[in-house]
């Protein structure tokens, strides 16, 4: 491909010149995916070029040495989130995880436990694999949320049963940002015997996830989320007391027979390398990122009025503002904003005119949701952009709002 | 460790994907944004799925990306609402474990699929049904018969599935003439990286996501893509087609190795040897010389080969492929996979015969 000359300088893909054919922009869009850090490019590498064996090759020493790549890297993902590497499944991302925790255990269950609960704010890969198991006769509850976006925890615990298989809860949420009681939803399934599934794939390297702490027995994982590489992501399954699924892909039967298929060593080493990072770096960059965001929204509550903030103000994760903009419609506003990178909604759905389920879910008007925006800060965002996006968003809600009335009058 | 002759497990990674993946590590955008660094992202993936289609004679609308060759399996065979599937017994653990109750239609002792029982299988069978048979065998190299199967297929009414994992990038490959309806690809069997495949099927068959979400891939396959994989895919694809005809000749380094080692040792079998197979393949066994006494020996003389595949190489069982052809299960425990690929070069072979012939006079002295 043409232009991969001159993008080999810049692995980090984000301290650029403006040089060639690429548009200098400012990337708010953490959510939907990040940067790979250089850091874990850097560890990759080798893997892809001199060291590729297939680490499922038990005959040669080019396997053995990806094996042993392998195992370092689910290693420092289970120190990432207190587990052994025995209980983390390397899978080809959330959306893989969480297709195979809620479908392979309401799947494993079903004759004894044909019940499956999640809400309605989650993931749609969430919500699809809720549904998939509805149309295969399973009962599935999806449940309505509070105006701030946190779970009912009275109604959570009104509906589960010694008939669910499996709760499914967001530790953080995609588009709003808001973080879950997730103690508190554990006891609650583990009083009946449920297993609690988490999509952890926006919270992890951003709140600190425990998965023994907190009481989770399945917790799905995504290398891009967090400066890692796409393609690869894993499932926490809880060993003790054993949580037991079906698997969705079958074949050599790796990764205990849960996920069939060749392991991408170069891979899994960058999600080990991200999560060792993420161990590191959380707390300083969480402070850093926070502060980021309360520059940003107070720049923007400074100079616009008819602002609101779309979830809870304090139970959110730090690099997320979910805000809407008065008599502004968010499609227009992107539009108007081609140089910074935010969304109306999650990637996957944002190339649909729908405003965001989520958003409606919180109970708001159509107009509100229609009109919001989410900011994603992240790792590689420094304060003069956040000043350049303060002065790009006010200045273009402004006009919007002009024109606005303008057409009105 | 120095000579890799284990292709066919997975092949090291050509330039032109490398460089293809550092440039798509760079950019930040996820595919699915509606943003620049969105569309950016799309636009390396949608040049990467023409480039994989024009490896495989496809249209780009047939091209659904998936995490590799085993998931690409399981969807095309999990996928269909078929009542009745049928795969030859040679076929890779990814299709046989994804649908155990698949009736299996047997090899000869060739390694080519029974087509006699295929037909027989087909004979009155219900509407929707599936048969699965891969172009090549990954143990043996062998080349089926699948034109001959389509055949069978189509006058029952099936559809077919083809898993073309090893022999795209090693022979021609042309979907549209084979006449299947689905088809796998995988990207580190043929110089790309690691964590991608794909599944080419006609936009028009009702089939079936086995991973739910985003609806990315046309609602066939739902998850963020790996847009690094992906782009390394397409340029692998690109360069092994323009590669082909080089890799084609590599039967004379494959053949050369068959005939010095029958000179060594006369009483080597070499499977398939009667058939068309893989240029890069060779699949032999001397009864009585274990498999992993030879992996061993050539491993300490820095020479990767395998026995049997990969991914079952964890579990010490005699291959299915070798066993469905006839072989005892000594000699079936005798056989070691030699693969050959893109940056093979004669010295390698030499290595290997001079390691193997060490080991042979050893095994004979003691």
């Known amino acids: ?183 508190e939803i554990s006891a609650i399934c583990h009083d009946k015997g449920a297993y609690f599934h988490c999509d952890g794939a926006q919270a992890l390297g951003k709140i600190p996830l425990d998965v023994a702490a907190l009481g989770i027995d399945l917790m799905s994982i995504s290398g891009h989320k967090f400066y890692g590489p796409k393609g690869i992501g894993a499932l926490y399954v809880r060993r003790r007391p054993r949580v037991r699924l079906e698997p969705l892909i079958d074949g050599g039967g790796q990764e205990r027979g849960l996920r069939s298929g060749t392991l991408p060593t170069p891979l899994c080493v960058g999600l080990g390398a991200a999560a060792e990072i993420a161990a590191a770096e959380m707390a300083v960059e969480t402070a850093r990122i926070s502060a980021l965001k309360t520059r940003l929204l107070e720049g923007i509550t400074e100079r616009l009025s008819g602002v609101a903030l779309n979830g809870h103000a304090e139970l959110r994760v730090a690099g997320n503002l979910n805000l809407a903009f008065e008599g502004v419609d968010a499609e227009a506003l992107m539009r108007a904003l081609p140089r910074l990178a935010v969304s109306s909604g999650s990637a996957c759905t944002s190339t649909a005119v729908e405003p965001s389920y989520v958003l409606q879910a919180l109970g708001l008007e159509e107009a509100r949701a229609r009109g919001s925006i989410r900011s994603a800060i992240g790792r590689f965002n420094s304060e003069a952009e956040i000043d350049q996006a303060v002065e790009a968003l006010a200045g273009a809600v402004a006009r919007l709002r002009e024109e606005g009335s303008a057409a009105a009058q | ?271 398939g040897a009667s058939v068309p197979r893989l240029p890069n393949t060779a699949c032999v066994a001397l009864a009585g010389l274990p498999a992993e006494t030879q992996l061993m020996a050539l491993d300490l003389a820095g020479v990767a080969v395998s026995s049997g595949a990969a991914c079952s190489s964890g579990k010490v069982q005699p291959s299915h492929v070798l066993t469905a052809m006839g072989a005892s299960p000594d000699e079936a425990g005798a056989a070691i996979r030699v693969s050959l690929g893109w940056a093979s070069v004669p010295e390698d072979i030499d290595c290997l015969l001079a390691a193997w012939g060490d080991l042979y006079r050893r095994s004979r002295a003691a």
């Open chain 1, 1 to 183: 491909m043409a232009q991969d000359a001159d993008n080999k300088a810049r692995p980090d893909g984000v301290q650029q010149d403006g040089a060639n054919r690429r548009a200098p922009g400012i990337y708010l869009d953490n959510q939907a995916t990040t940067p790979t850090d250089p850091r874990v490019v850097e560890a990759m590498l080798p893997f892809f070029t001199e060291r590729f064996g297939n680490p499922h090759s038990a005959g040669h020493a080019f396997g053995w040495d990806a094996e042993e790549a392998v195992e370092k890297g689910r290693g420092q993902l289970a120190a990432l989130i207190g587990a052994t590497g025995r209980e983390v499944i390397l899978t080809s991302g959330a959306t893989e995880s969480n297709n195979l925790a809620i479908k392979g255990a309401a799947r494993f269950h079903r004759q004894r436990r044909p019940h499956v609960v999640t809400l309605a704010t989650e993931h749609k890969c969430v919500l699809e694999s809720a549904r998939a198991l509805e149309r295969e006769g399973h009962r599935v509850d999806i449940l309505p949320v509070q105006p701030d976006g946190l779970v009912d925890l009275d109604l959570l615990a009104a509906t589960v049963s010694e008939e669910t298989a499996v709760v499914s809860i967001m530790a953080v949420n995609n588009e709003i940002g808001v973080i879950q009681p997730l103690a």
């Open chain 2, 1 to 271: 460790m120095s000579v890799y002759l284990d292709y066919n497990a997975t092949a090291p990674i050509r330039p032109e994907a490398l460089a293809a993946m550092t440039g798509a590590l760079a950019e930040p955008g996820n595919a699915s944004s509606v943003h620049g660094p969105g569309r950016r992202a799309r636009r390396l993936i949608e040049a990467a799925r023409a480039q994989v289609a024009a490896l495989a004679g496809a249209d780009p609308a047939w091209v659904t990306f998936t995490s590799g060759g085993t998931e690409a399996n399981n969807l095309a065979l999990g996928g269909l609402p078929a009542r009745r599937i049928l795969v030859s017994a040679g076929e890779h653990d990814s299709v046989l474990q994804a649908v155990p109750q698949a009736g299996r239609i047997g090899l000869t002792p060739d390694g080519t699929v029974d087509l006699d029982a295929l037909a027989a299988a087909l004979k009155d069978t219900p509407d929707n049904t599936l048969v699965s048979v891969m172009l090549a065998n990954n143990e043996t190299g062998v080349i089926q018969p699948v034109e001959a199967a389509v055949a069978l297929a189509q006058a029952a009414g099936a559809w077919v599935h083809c898993d073309a994992v090893q022999a795209a990038g090693k022979v021609p490959l042309d979907m549209a003439s084979l006449g299947v309806d689905l088809l796998t690809l995988s990207a580190h069997k043929l110089g790309g990286p690691p964590g991608a495949g794909a599944l080419l099927a006609r936009p028009d068959l009702p089939l079936n996501p086995l991973l739910q979400g985003g609806g990315q891939e046309r609602r066939r396959r739902a998850g963020t893509e790996n847009l690094a994989g992906i782009a390394g895919f397409g340029a692998a694809a690109e360069t092994a087609l323009e590669d082909l005809p080089r890799l084609q000749k590599l039967d004379e380094l494959r053949d050369h190795f068959e005939r010095e080692i029958k000179i060594l040792a006369p009483d080597v079998r070499v499977f």
